[in-house]
């Protein structure tokens, strides 16, 4: 099969591209991702520069991060439903 320039599909341009985000419900979800993120963010921060003040040993600030993330993840994994699979069906 030979393309041909009747057959060819045209890229968009970069403004085509960009022109997706500028959508609705596009701009909502970039939005709501954005504020879901950020008060995790800025509360890790100011948290670790408080505990920074007060004199805590960076190394205990960093155990404290490493013991506290895998439990951050594990609860997103713990309210997501499980798909059950049944012999059989």
Same mark, same amino acid.
């Given at each position: 099969?030979?393309?041909?320039?009747?057959?060819?599909?045209?890229?968009?341009?970069?403004?085509?591209?960009?022109? $997706?985000?500028?959508?609705?419900?596009? /701009?909502? *979800?970039?939005? @709501?991702?954005?504020?879901? %993120?950020? &008060?995790? =963010?800025?509360?890790?921060?100011?948290?670790?520069?408080? $505990?920074?003040?007060?004199?805590?040993? /960076?190394? *205990?600030?960093? @155990?404290?991060?490493?013991? %506290?993330? &895998?439990? =951050?993840?594990?609860?997103?994994?713990?309210?997501?439903?499980?798909?059950?699979?049944?012999?059989?069906?």
């Amino acid at each position: 099969m030979t393309v041909t320039p009747d057959t060819a599909t045209a890229r968009p341009s970069f403004a085509d591209t960009l022109a $997706v985000y500028l959508k609705p419900r596009v /701009l909502i *979800v970039l939005l @709501l991702g954005f504020s879901a %993120g950020l &008060p995790l =963010a800025l509360s890790s921060s100011t948290l670790l520069v408080w $505990v920074r003040e007060v004199g805590v040993d /960076l190394g *205990v600030i960093g @155990l404290f991060a490493l013991v %506290g993330t &895998p439990g =951050a993840r594990a609860g997103c994994h713990l309210c997501r439903p499980r798909a059950r699979l049944v012999p059989g069906e």
